[in-house]
Every structure is written in structure tokens, then in C-alpha cells.
């Protein structure tokens, strides 16, 4: 089993929909939980850290369920610059020190 | 703001070259990343270091090696670089363990 995985997509969708993303992660003792935003051909870029009571900012709400050992990304009111690959990320198996990142979901908002 | 800056956004090198890959980072941040980023592969760890003089083998190091002589400052060497070296490279520094990690615009080697 992968350490993070994410539904790879693509997932297209109209301007001013909602989406979702959940990614599962296998590591029980895992305490960091990222969401990271990828643009084609550049760096990934810190979007939020995911908290366990769940937490927003703006149009972007993230959670954890620690039970079901996944998080979750929700994008409301998708705007065409949120077309992007969306990547999980967890502190992983071997320790604190290292972030494993998802394969990532690709995201296209279309006019 | 966090930057994380690397040496060039292009290099092409011939097969046997060894290739030097810089990274530096303004924050003062402990930690620091080499990654390598495929397509289908995702992003793979390659090296890290939590301090100055220290490394740590990642997930594929083999014919890489790292050197941090300064704490902002983390290099990256091909040895004798190879065809399947060429990719995409992202360096990337965090404050503490479990933290957040910035990236560097990265590096995009061609090795012909």
C-alpha cells in the first residue's frame, strides 16, 4: 500500500462548481497534513496545512479524519485559476523528518 | 516571505559530465531537501540534511551525492550523470521536522 494516495483525475469541472478531493494516507502515527498546489511545469507551493479540527480559508476548506485516516479538500466557487495539480502530503512511515507526497489530482476548471 | 532560490531553471549535460545542482534558501530554516519529480512518479526524496555537515539518505540516492558546507546552502552532485537522471529538480527547506516545505523554482536537467 503507498504511504499517500491521492485519485490522480483528471477532474474537469465548470467555473463556480464545487469540488472535492480525498486523499488516504497509511501511517496511524502520522501529525502533519499539507495540501499543496502544483502549477504545470512549476514548484509546488504550500496552499494549507490541515488541522484536526478541520479548518478554511476563503473558498478552501480542509479536513482530517484520523478515524478513516484520510483528509479532504474542498474547493467552493471554483474559479478558472484553481485549474491545477493538487498534491497530499503526510509526515511519513519513517519519521517526522520526511513529507511524502501524494501523486497528486489534477484539477481543470473550464469557462 | 520564505525563498528558496537554484542555480539554473535549465541545464543539458552529456552523459559521464559530473553536474553540480545549487540550492540556497534566506530563512535560516534547519532542514533541508533534494526531490526529483517524474511523471507518474511523483515527487521521490533523493537526500536531506538537518544540519550543517549532515545528510541523509532518502528514498533514491543512488548516483547522487549532497554536500552543506553552509546552513543556507545544499548541493546536490551527479557524479557521472546518466540519461535516466534527467528530470525535474526541486529543492526545498523547512524550520522543523513535520513542517511545512518551501521549494525552489527547480531544476530541469537534460543529460543527453
Known amino acids: 500500500r503507498k504511504e499517500v494516495e491521492q485519485d490522480p483525475g483528471p477532474f474537469n469541472v465548470p467555473e463556480g462548481a464545487t469540488v472535492a478531493f480525498n486523499c488516504t494516507y497509511s501511517n496511524s502515527a502520522s501529525q502533519s497534513f499539507f495540501w499543496y498546489r502544483q502549477d504545470c511545469r512549476k514548484e509546488p507551493k504550500l496552499l494549507m496545512s490541515v488541522y484536526s479540527s478541520g479548518n478554511e480559508d476563503g473558498r478552501f476548506t480542509a479536513q482530517l479524519n484520523r478515524a478513516s485516516q484520510y483528509i479532504s479538500l474542498l474547493i467552493r466557487d471554483s474559479k478558472l485559476s484553481d485549474s491545477a495539480t493538487y498534491l497530499c502530503?503526510?509526515?511519513?512511515?519513517?519519521?517526522?523528518?520526511?513529507?511524502?507526497f501524494g501523486q497528486g489530482t489534477r484539477l481543470t476548471i473550464n469557462p | 516571505d520564505v525563498k528558496v532560490t537554484q542555480s539554473s531553471r535549465y541545464l543539458v549535460k552529456r552523459t559521464g559530465e559530473k553536474v553540480f545542482l545549487e540550492c540556497v534558501q534566506d530563512?535560516?530554516?534547519?532542514?533541508m531537501f533534494w526531490y526529483r519529480q517524474d511523471p507518474g512518479l511523483g515527487l521521490r526524496l533523493i537526500y536531506f540534511?538537518?544540519?550543517?555537515?549532515?545528510?541523509e539518505k532518502g528514498d533514491i540516492p543512488e548516483g547522487y551525492s549532497v554536500s552543506r558546507e553552509k546552513k543556507e546552502r545544499f548541493s546536490l552532485i551527479l557524479e557521472s550523470a546518466s540519461t535516466n537522471q534527467t528530470s525535474m529538480y526541486l529543492c526545498?527547506?523547512?524550520?522543523?521536522?513535520?513542517?511545512?516545505?518551501?521549494f525552489g523554482p527547480g531544476t530541469r536537467l537534460t543529460v543527453t
Open positions: 502530503v503526510v509526515n511519513g512511515i519513517q519519521g517526522a523528518q520526511k513529507l511524502v
Open positions: 540534511s538537518y544540519d550543517v555537515k549532515m545528510k
Open positions: 530563512m535560516d530554516h534547519e532542514n
Open positions: 526545498a527547506s523547512s524550520a522543523d521536522w513535520g513542517w511545512e516545505q518551501y
